[in-house]
């Protein structure tokens, strides 16, 4: 991603009906296109991955960005945020440490995209078993609970009324590179994108191709659910949190069929 900046060389004199004015140069006007996307040549032939799409979405993130000079909050809360979130990550995926390095029960996510208020996690799923795809799946639970068991608790004691909730929207399937590779597009990106704020839950799976009940700890945790998902279709079937569930609103309960 390229920036679009002027500065005072960008700008020219010129006469028009006997008066001055200033204009930006034909070269420098030119200059703003496709190009600043930073995606190189997005005419070139796309490549398709097998993925699984995690994003992660800071609940309330306008709200907070709102609040009484923002310039001061919002830098010091990504900072904290966003090193508290890789580390986590890479903690939970870390299976034995070594002096040399680390042993890990899968890979780590070949691409990472700040969304604005939350972040984009995607995997290669190329090389994993479905064992190891449903345990990252555990994975990213655990991520949203130590958010409001621990970084929630920590960082209000620095920032004033920061995001109350870290949401979780997950989904399996292809995706397609953009360009040069440094982007990509999919239907499992929007689905994962859709998830994360289904009726206010805080944690939810597509139930295609992520079978929670390989691993136990997972199956017992989740109830699998017909629901709309805007966009995507009016009886996917998803896997949301028991307790969730429950605690939801009837009228929020009733968008749900069982499976």
């Avoid at 310039?71 to 070594?98: C, D, G, I, M, N």
């Avoid at 700890?217 to 995507?232: M, Q, Y």
Wanted: neutral net charge; aromatic residues 10%.
């Amino acid at each position: 991603m390229t920036k679009f900046r002027t500065e005072l060389g960008d700008y020219l004199k010129v006469k028009k009906a006997d008066q001055d004015i200033s204009i930006m140069s034909k070269k420098k006007f030119e200059s703003f296109n496709e190009d600043i996307l930073g995606l190189g040549k997005i005419g070139t032939k796309s490549n398709q991955i097998n993925a699984l799409s995690v994003l992660f979405d800071l609940e309330g993130f306008t709200n907070f960005c709102n609040q009484i000079d923002p310039h001061l909050a919002v830098p010091e809360y990504l900072s904290e945020f966003l090193q508290w979130l890789f580390k986590e990550v890479r903690t939970e995926l870390t299976e034995a440490t070594f002096p040399e390095g680390y042993k890990t029960f899968s890979e780590l996510p070949f691409l990472a995209k700040f969304m604005g208020d939350g972040i984009l996690f995607l995997w290669d799923t190329a090389n994993l078993s479905d064992t190891q795809i449903i345990n990252i799946v555990v994975s990213m639970y655990e991520i949203c609970k130590s958010y409001q068991n621990a970084f929630y608790k920590e960082i209000t004691k620095k920032i004033v009324s920061p995001p109350l909730k870290l949401r979780c929207g997950i989904a399996r399937g292809a995706i397609y590179s953009v360009g040069n590779g440094d982007d990509y597009v999919g239907p499992c990106i929007n689905m994962s994108a859709r998830l994360q704020k289904l009726n206010s839950l805080t944690f939810c799976f597509s139930r295609r191709g992520l079978n929670p009940m390989i691993n136990p700890s997972l199956g017992n945790l989740v109830v699998t659910k017909k629901t709309d998902v805007r966009g995507i279709g009016s009886e996917e079937l998803v896997c949301i949190i028991k307790k969730e569930f429950d605690r939801l609103e009837k009228t929020d309960k009733d968008k749900f069929k069982e499976a």
